[in-house]
């Protein structure tokens, strides 16, 4: 089945503590990029990658890291995560956005304390 | 910098009455516009994209240039259309930054 995947679903952390959300489609796009969704402010985009090893910032960077080393995969990586952090992360792909949608993932809620 | 607004938090109509979500966008050349949909506890899809004047659902949206807007309408509303719905833009070329609304959530009342 052709899907995005994200892990985890939930995480709860504390301030400065390292972590990864993993992100994997098997339809193999050229294009992914993470978003968070806060009440009210919508979706922001973080990062995005228009191919392996090519990657560039969207409108809320900060705070983030991405890599994109194999096509199928795109983790995010929060090296010293701030509460201000926690929100509703999604994952996106697509072959390319002017004629193909992009396929979303199912979310990870990040809590930090 | 690209931006895109929307103007309504929540638009409340019912069922069988026409329904127009409002999209305008600020963008220095061409934009490419989509609206997405989130249905309740399913994942963002894509409705429409300005590229293919197409109409899914019952749903157009038309891109207007001069008022730069892209506003979603839908002449009788379903109960079924009840959802969050996301106006988005990009530069041309298929690899750009993706800019989204906040959002507008649409109750359709029976």
């Known amino acids: 089945e052709a899907q995005v995947t994200q892990n985890p679903r939930y995480l709860i952390t504390v301030t400065g503590k390292k972590l990864t959300v993993t992100c994997s489609q098997n339809m193999n796009h050229e294009y992914m990029s993470w978003y968070r969704q806060d009440p009210g402010l919508g979706l922001r985009q973080i990062y995005y990658s228009m191919n392996v090893e090519v990657t560039d910032k969207g409108d809320v960077p900060e705070g983030y890291k991405v890599s994109r080393k194999e096509k199928r995969n795109f983790p995010l990586i929060l090296e010293s995560p701030s509460p201000n952090q926690t929100s509703l992360y999604f994952c996106?792909?697509?072959?390319?956005?002017?004629?193909?949608?992009?396929?979303f993932g199912p979310g990870t809620r990040l809590t930090v304390l | 910098a690209q931006r895109v607004t929307q103007p309504e938090k929540l638009l409340s109509v019912f069922k069988g009455a026409p329904v127009e979500l409002k999209c305008n966008y600020s963008?220095?050349?061409?934009?490419?516009l989509f609206w997405y949909v989130q249905y309740s506890r399913q994942r963002l899809q894509l409705l429409l994209r300005h590229i293919s004047r197409e109409s899914i659902k019952g749903f157009t949206a038309d891109l207007n240039k001069g008022e730069t807007s892209f506003h979603l309408k839908k002449p009788f509303a379903q109960e079924e259309d009840s959802a969050m719905y996301y106006c988005a833009l990009m530069g041309p070329g298929g690899y750009q930054k993706v800019t989204f609304g906040i959002g507008t959530k649409l109750q359709v009342i029976p």
């Open positions: 996106a792909s697509s072959l390319d956005l002017s004629y193909n949608e992009q396929f």
């Open positions: 963008y220095s050349g061409s934009p490419e």
